[in-house]
């Protein structure tokens, strides 16, 4: 019973560690002007669907998106929309792509970028940002990038053995 909790939790406390990475961390005076934004959950998100089940991280990513919107955003329907729509990109790449922790992390970086690029283009639309593009590249994907990667170095031995281990368990029964 416990097991089969772990996940859901685990997923939860990524959830809300990203909120806490955002109030502990001195961004203001580390970097000046720089935007930097933690997508842990997105992160362990691709982990799922990589290691353990594409299902069970599609509908992570709808669930997780739709609290993201209510927690994190004044517009509802964003990260809705978007988590399972890279999550869906993602699972596409890794059908095509070997299986392993390096193209998961290419896979990673170039989804974190397609979300933040949708991300800024829907809040451009809506004129709730007035970042120019190489301002939103300079200020905002590249450090957000150096710290996902930085996140995806630190978690990806032990995540990926525990999602093939909880697969394994998942097949056995």
């Not at 999550?87 to 299986?99: A, C, E, K, P, V």
């Not at 990673?108 to 800024?120: G, H, I, P, Q, R």
């Amino acid at each position: 019973m416990i097991s089969r909790l772990l996940l859901p939790f685990m997923t939860l406390l990524f959830f809300y560690s990203e909120s806490l990475f955002v109030h502990l961390f001195p961004n203001e005076e580390w970097f000046d002007q720089k935007i930097i934004v933690p997508h842990f959950l997105i992160i362990v998100l691709f982990f799922i669907c990589a290691f353990y089940q594409y299902r069970t991280a599609l509908l992570y990513g709808f669930i997780f998106g739709f609290l993201f919107d209510i927690y994190y955003t004044e517009i509802n329907g964003i990260y809705l929309v978007l988590f399972p729509f890279v999550i869906f990109l993602s699972h596409q790449m890794m059908r095509i792509l070997h299986n392993n922790l390096f193209v998961l992390g290419m896979i990673s970086l170039v989804n974190l970028s397609v979300l933040e690029f949708l991300v800024y283009q829907i809040n451009l639309i809506i004129q709730r940002t007035d970042l120019t593009f190489m301002q939103f590249v300079d200020w905002r994907l590249w450090p957000t990038l150096v710290l996902n990667v930085l996140f995806y170095i630190v978690v990806a031995f032990p995540l990926r053995n525990y999602l093939l281990r909880k697969r394994k368990e998942w097949l056995d029964e």
